[in-house]
């Protein structure tokens, strides 16, 4: 071999050792971007599937709020009308079937009540807020059997009361759902960001 084919032979050698290199870089270098890209669309794809999630359970609070200002607001009304009469045989009968409203209310209430305290077990806030609790507790244990209709304010005000200390028990138990489920996000959006991955 004379020395110009090994001249060529190592340049030849040495260019195919370069692109050899700089493929295997290249390849690498796409590969690791293929990994964070795809980490990145799982990561929003889960951030995706949470805010659903919130948005639907925040939906469900929101029908259980409507819920009872619908039946405060229905309660309003008659007390409204209630305070306009001035013929008294009228507002007894008013009275009566308001009374009669709060009273079969009671059983509704009770079980809002339930699915309330429900909820805050499975997110771990069965032990917060006692005083609210009790409240609720010493309102809706009010014995039924006992009630005439002269009780019909104090049952009003006691039902507003309910409804008004449920809604921000509901109130706390969806921003320890939020938090429950995007405080976990924090984590992968953290490696993400730093240009790790699984």
């Known amino acids: 071999m004379t020395p110009e084919q090994t001249t060529l032979i190592g340049t030849l050698a040495g260019a195919l050792l370069g692109s050899v290199t700089t493929f295997a870089i290249t390849w690498l270098t796409l590969r690791h971007q293929l990994q964070v890209k795809s980490a990145e669309l799982d990561s929003v794809a889960e951030i995706k599937r949470r805010e659903l999630l919130f948005d639907a359970y925040q939906q469900r609070i929101q029908r259980i709020a409507d819920r009872g200002k619908d039946m405060a607001a229905a309660f309003g009304q008659l007390s409204g009308t209630l305070t306009a009469?001035?013929?008294?045989?009228?507002?007894?009968?008013?009275?009566?079937?308001?009374?009669?409203?709060?009273?079969?209310?009671?059983?509704?209430?009770?079980?809002?009540?339930?699915?309330?305290?429900?909820?805050?077990?499975?997110?771990?806030?069965?032990?917060?807020?006692?005083?609210?609790?009790e409240i609720i507790r010493k309102a809706l244990s009010v014995d039924l059997e006992d009630t005439l209709p002269a009780d019909t304010k104090r049952m009003y005000i006691d039902f507003v009361k309910t409804l008004a200390l449920m809604d921000t028990l509901w109130q706390d138990v969806l921003e320890k759902k939020s938090e429950d489920l995007f405080s976990a996000g924090i984590g992968s959006q953290k490696a993400i960001s730093d240009g790790s991955t699984n």
């Open 85 to 133: 009469i001035e013929d008294e045989a009228e507002k007894r009968q008013i009275n009566e079937a308001m009374f009669t409203l709060i009273k079969e209310s009671f059983e509704i209430r009770r079980e809002w009540f339930r699915e309330l305290e429900e909820e805050r077990a499975k997110v771990g806030l069965a032990n917060t807020s006692p005083t609210l609790i």
